[in-house]
C-alpha cells in the first residue's frame, strides 16, 4: 500500500504561482509512476500531468502545457507540482495519484492506471 498526502493548494490571483506537494508513505513509491489529476465541480476528473519512475519522462495536458512542471524527488519520496500563470480555469480539487504497476516505461494518463490516491488539495484561482 502507498499512502499519498497533498500539500500545497490554497486560492491566489490570476498570474500566479502554486507549488504542490504529495508526500509518499507505505511501500515504497520510487518504482511507480506518478501523476497529478484534478477535477471540479460537475466535471469528471482530468490528467494534468504524470511523471515516470525515474522522472525521465513527463507528460502534460494540453491545458497545463507550458505552464506546469512535475518533477519528483525519490529520496524524499515526494512529487512536485509547479504551477504558473495560473487561470481561473485551472480551478479544481488537485489529486496525486501512485500507478497500479512498477517500472512502467511511458506515463499512463488514466485515472484507472492509478491504484493509490491522495485526498487531494484545493486550489482556487481568483479572476
Known amino acids: 500500500q502507498v499512502q499519498l498526502v497533498e500539500s500545497g493548494g490554497g486560492l491566489v490571483q490570476a498570474g500566479g504561482s502554486l507549488r504542490l506537494s504529495c508526500a509518499a508513505s507505505?511501500?515504497?513509491?520510487?518504482?511507480?509512476?506518478m501523476g497529478w489529476f484534478r477535477q471540479a465541480p460537475g466535471k469528471d476528473r482530468e490528467f494534468v500531468a504524470g511523471?515516470?519512475?525515474?522522472?525521465?519522462?513527463?507528460y502534460y495536458a494540453d491545458s497545463v502545457k507550458g505552464r506546469f512542471t512535475i518533477s519528483r524527488d525519490n529520496a524524499k519520496n515526494t512529487v512536485y507540482l509547479y504551477m504558473n500563470s495560473l487561470k481561473p480555469e485551472d480551478t479544481a480539487g488537485y489529486y496525486c495519484?501512485?500507478?497500479?504497476?512498477?517500472?512502467?516505461?511511458?506515463?499512463?494518463?488514466?485515472?484507472?492506471?492509478?491504484?493509490?490516491w491522495g485526498q487531494g488539495t484545493q486550489v482556487t484561482v481568483s479572476s
Open positions: 495519484a501512485a500507478d497500479r504497476n512498477e517500472r512502467r516505461l511511458v506515463v499512463p494518463t488514466t485515472s484507472v492506471s492509478y491504484a493509490y
Open positions: 511523471i515516470t519512475w525515474g522522472g525521465g519522462k513527463t
Open positions: 507505505g511501500r515504497t513509491s520510487s518504482t511507480l509512476a
